[in-house]
């Protein structure tokens, strides 16, 4: 079992930064895949950046130079940083854990909310 927390969301003007937090707490070793996904109300659910076990990262073409991914492998966090930010942006950020190798599993955190305006 992992617990998904998410944390650093909140209300930031346009061309403003945030950094969110992803906490797993449980056993995550081994090959894994960790992404950052938003929701906007009434939207779909969008992939928007991916960090892998090897270090591999990927982000989707809207925030591609503006988020950065990174983790903290001695606290099991996973970071999203986010500079430049639009009100397209503004969505529900939720992180998922997805366990490959040598267990397998899928764990979603509550999310947490990114409002951008003036």
């Known amino acids: 079992q992992v617990d998904v927390v998410e944390s650093g969301g909140g209300l930031v003007q346009p061309g403003g930064s945030l950094r969110l937090s992803c906490a797993a707490f449980?056993?995550?070793?081994?090959?894994?895949?960790i992404t950052w996904h938003r929701q906007a109300a009434g939207q779909q659910r969008d992939l928007v950046a991916t960090i892998t076990s090897g270090g591999a990262t990927n982000y989707a073409d809207s925030v591609k130079g503006r988020f950065t991914i990174s983790r903290d492998n001695a606290q099991n966090t996973v970071y999203l940083q986010m500079n430049s930010l639009k009100p397209e942006d503004t969505a529900a950020y939720y992180c998922?854990?997805?366990?490959?190798?040598?267990?397998?599993?899928?764990?979603w955190g509550q999310g947490t909310q990114v409002t951008v305006s003036s």
């Open positions: 998922n854990v997805r366990l490959i190798f040598p267990r397998n599993g899928d764990y």
């Open positions: 449980g056993s995550v070793f081994g090959t894994y895949v």
